[in-house]
């Protein structure tokens, strides 16, 4: 007979009251996973293309298939994108990884490409919804079960950039953040609760007293462990360290005002900073020095230096308690220590001090010029320097919100009744991750988390009020089985459905609502944009590089040896991953923001070559520098095609994504590009001939007539688009008369030396050359040229287009002329023809 004390009896009965709470987890999982999965048909195509979202889904697909090929090698450095100069990546390891494991034991070692794919879209949506599980027990420790679910149901239908970033193909590393950063503060917050609880202190570790020590020592080695993963899933992970160390300064200050000691919490941060100091020390790259974007010393240093914090915080109260020092005293120590540390660190380290005062600022801290075009990295409440609350109701509607800050007021209320670890820890937690949102809205997806636990928490208090403790022991006492379920009712005041139904229709719903709204599509390129990069990859020459291949980054200060066959293809930066994920070409300008060239002082530095100052020259000359400048050889050329589409081309908002003005921006000089304008009886803003003649409106508004060394070689089809509109504008205002028409959402240009005819005719006479384009989407467009004979009669022209056709192994295009060119003077005209050979090596064609 086991009596009813037993540990076995103890942790059945405990097992007994937690499985409704671990199936309503577990439903509540099951529902955060649909939802996320709602968008298959956007995803996984009719025609058997699998549409990744968003851009850099398209990269760690790259990474993946590259990892799986060279398994276990990764690539750290890709020459095959930022032509002609190559990046090192980024992003962590631990997300590839975690796709390629489960790839490799899904397809038994050997994963078929459709695996691999069905891998990494269902990937990001599993992740979100075990995200559940962590904001449960945040929840529970804060205020119990009632708590824990109902944070569990608001971040299963959190809406906004936490959904964006679970949702099925948007395969990022955003949602392993989230995940582990969430699991790091559920198993730190679990290790201050029980080594408070068992009063922890150092003399317990020099005495061995191991049945004390356990239970927190392990929590807090698996909070070093999840903190690790989350550095590993992406390297700006000392946003987390800083809330820990934030947290822990004011707990150890509260702990000496209250005279307790603070033994409980150095040890819980020495052992959970180091168990990551030594997990991250295999992953260092040396040769990246102190740099807080690639895994570097920085890391091991910042992790290291936390458990150093941690030691000397428990030090100096230690002395201070030997000393009988008064506790006012120990927060001006710290400060000063901290004074001191710092001016140490600018003499011996100053790379690593210099990173360390930055470090807040590009958090925290308002972007201004080129990066203030990026929209994850904008401030969610302002919008055009405007401040709004839009982005927020969008990401998190408002009552959730506004649930948090009332939910941080109630946790600082509590906290100055009766102090508690995992109280602060939630409102130290939610206050600097609402400040990071404040300098960069792409932590939204970071805040829907504090979102749904502080939510929950006043959601919980509400519930305290109707005596909702009172009705769970009643649960517990009188529910033994699903039989008993009915006279439980009894127990249930009217006040408590009350007091749900609130809940339900106040929080939950609007999220729900929100939420589905989120799940009509993923994003990721359209269908002239995938049409456009497999065109690019089968219709144009090898650059001779292997694909799947790791190649070594070069020496410091040095470039990577391309063969002569590589070329680069210029877009705007958005692009870049696409280009080179599904086009398998080398893009000048990525999602990095690597390539885009401009300025970033002032409107006196040196425009610096790029995809920003390419496609805001005022004329072909300007841009064919930039193009020839973005390449160190001067023998060589940047970029060999040149890919626009009509968002790059739209300057206002309408029914693209305008991306005009983002790149002007880059380059700091963005006057004189619309102007206001009487239309009838109204002004209104338009165009300006700078605008029109900038390199981007001439190439896809113009298809680049009258260019000398561009020529478009593919158009997709037309999409939906303010194109004729802005041609409109253009032949009203300035007296074109191009058709007012929308032509191809995405233009493939090549740049190439051009065939030179010459002729004679009589001295400074008008010549000109035209001829009708065809493209392969079945439209015309007229290309001529005009120019004056010199003192001679010699005249020349240079042209893009061949008359004869492709050849093989240099670009296969669809788009050429009907005809000849025709050259006229006078009253004579001429027939030219040119073949392709002419125009790739600039050779010359009499007439």
Request: aromatic share 16%; with cysteine; glycine share 8%.
């Amino acid at each position: 007979m086991v009596s009813q004390d037993h540990p076995v009896s103890t942790f059945k009965s405990k097992l007994k009251s937690s499985l409704p709470y671990t199936l309503a987890v577990a439903v509540i999982g099951f529902v955060a996973l649909w939802i996320r999965t709602r968008p298959y048909d956007s995803v996984f195509l009719s025609n058997g293309f699998v549409r990744f979202g968003g851009n850099d889904p398209w990269y760690h697909m790259r990474t993946l298939n590259v990892l799986l090929e060279n398994y276990p090698n990764r690539m750290f450095f890709n020459p095959m994108t930022n032509y002609p100069t190559g990046s090192y990546i980024h992003f962590g390891p631990l997300f590839d990884q975690m796709m390629a494991l489960t790839a490799l034991f899904l397809g038994m070692g050997n994963p078929s490409p459709e695996l691999v794919n069905w891998v990494g879209a269902y990937f990001p949506a599993v992740l979100g919804a075990l995200t559940v599980i962590p904001v449960y027990y945040i929840g529970k420790y804060l205020g119990g079960h009632k708590t824990g679910i109902l944070a569990a149901i608001l971040i299963a239908f959190a809406p906004g950039q936490f959904l964006s970033r679970s949702m099925i193909g948007f395969t990022d590393h955003h949602v392993a953040e989230s995940l582990f950063s969430t699991l790091f503060i559920m198993f730190f917050m679990l290790a201050l609760i029980t080594a408070k609880r068992t009063k922890l202190s150092f003399e317990y570790v020099a005495n061995k007293k191991f049945d004390a020590l356990k239970e927190p020592l392990v929590y807090s080695v698996f909070a070093g462990v999840m903190y690790s993963a989350y550095q590993l899933s992406w390297p700006g992970a000392s946003l987390f360290l800083l809330v820990a160390l934030v947290y822990t300064v004011i707990q150890y200050i509260l702990d000496n005002f209250h005279g307790e000691s603070s033994d409980y919490l150095g040890l819980t941060g020495i052992i959970t900073f180091l168990v990551s100091t030594l997990l991250i020390l295999p992953f260092v790259h040396p040769e990246m020095g102190f740099s807080m974007y690639y895994y570097s010393w920085f890391h091991v240093i910042t992790a290291f230096g936390a458990v150093v914090c941690f030691a000397a915080l428990s030090f100096i109260e230690r002395e201070f308690k030997k000393r009988n020092l008064k506790a006012y005293y120990y927060p001006l120590a710290i400060l000063g220590i901290g004074g001191v540390g710092l001016i140490a660190a600018k003499i011996a380290a100053p790379a690593l001090y210099s990173l360390v005062i930055s470090a807040p600022h590009s958090i925290f801290g308002i972007q201004t010029g080129g990066p203030s075009t990026i929209g994850e990295v904008s401030s969610i409440f302002y919008f055009s320097e405007i401040f709004s609350f839009d982005k927020v109701y969008e990401y998190f509607t408002a009552p959730a919100f506004f649930a948090s800050i009332a939910g941080m007021i109630l946790l600082t209320i509590s906290l100055i009744r009766k102090p508690k670890p995992e109280e602060l820890l939630a409102l130290v937690w939610g206050l600097l991750i609402f400040m990071a949102i404040y300098g960069q809205n792409r932590f939204a997806y970071y805040y829907s988390v504090n979102i749904a636990v502080l939510g929950a928490y006043l959601g919980g208090r509400f519930l305290d009020l109707v005596k909702w403790g009172w009705l769970e022991e009643s649960f517990r006492a009188n529910v033994k089985s699903l039989k008993d379920l009915p006279n439980f009712f009894k127990f249930v005041k009217i006040e408590q459905v009350f007091a749900v139904l609130t809940i339900f229709l106040v929080l939950v719903l609007p999220e729900y609502g929100a939420a589905i709204k989120y799940t009509t599509g993923t994003g990721g390129p359209n269908g002239p944009w995938i049409e456009s990069t497999l065109w690019l990859r089968y219709n144009t020459p090898d650059p001779g590089m292997d694909y799947n291949d790791i190649y070594e980054a070069p020496e410091n200060g040095e470039l990577f040896q391309y063969p002569d066959t590589a070329y680069g293809v210029m877009s705007w930066w958005d692009y870049g991953h696409w280009i080179e994920t599904i086009g398998h070409r080398m893009p000048n300008a990525n999602p990095f923001q690597a390539g885009i060239g401009g300025r970033r002082g002032s409107l006196e530095d040196e425009n610096m070559p790029g995809a920003s100052t390419f496609f805001t020259a005022p004329s072909e000359e300007e841009a064919t520098a930039v193009l020839e400048a973005v390449h160190p050889d001067p023998d060589k050329a940047g970029a060999r095609y040149i890919v626009s589409d009509i968002e790059m081309a739209s300057l206002f908002n309408g029914k693209v994504n305008p991306k005009f003005m983002p790149m002007v921006t880059w380059t700091l000089d963005e006057e004189g590009y619309y102007a206001q304008y009487r239309v009838g009886a109204n002004l209104q803003l338009l165009p300006t001939m700078r605008y029109y003649d900038s390199m981007e409106s001439r190439l896809h508004f113009f298809d680049g007539n009258g260019m000398k060394q561009y020529r478009l070689v593919h158009e997709s089809w037309a999409g939906q688009s303010d194109e004729a509109g802005y041609k409109q504008v253009y032949n009203s205002l300035f007296g074109g008369r191009i058709p007012e028409v929308d032509t191809g959402y995405v233009k493939i240009f090549e740049y190439v030396k051009g065939a030179k005819i010459t002729g004679t005719v009589s001295p400074n006479e008008a010549v000109n050359i035209n001829t009708t384009i065809l493209t392969g989407q079945g439209r015309t467009f007229d290309y001529s040229q005009s120019t004056t004979s010199d003192s001679e009669g010699r005249y020349e022209f240079t042209v893009p287009y061949s008359t004869e056709g492709p050849i093989p192994g240099e670009t296969q295009f669809d788009t050429a002329p009907t005809g000849a060119y025709v050259v006229s003077y006078g009253g004579t005209t001429k027939e030219v023809r040119v073949s392709e050979e002419a125009v790739l090596t600039g050779d010359e064609v009499k007439v």
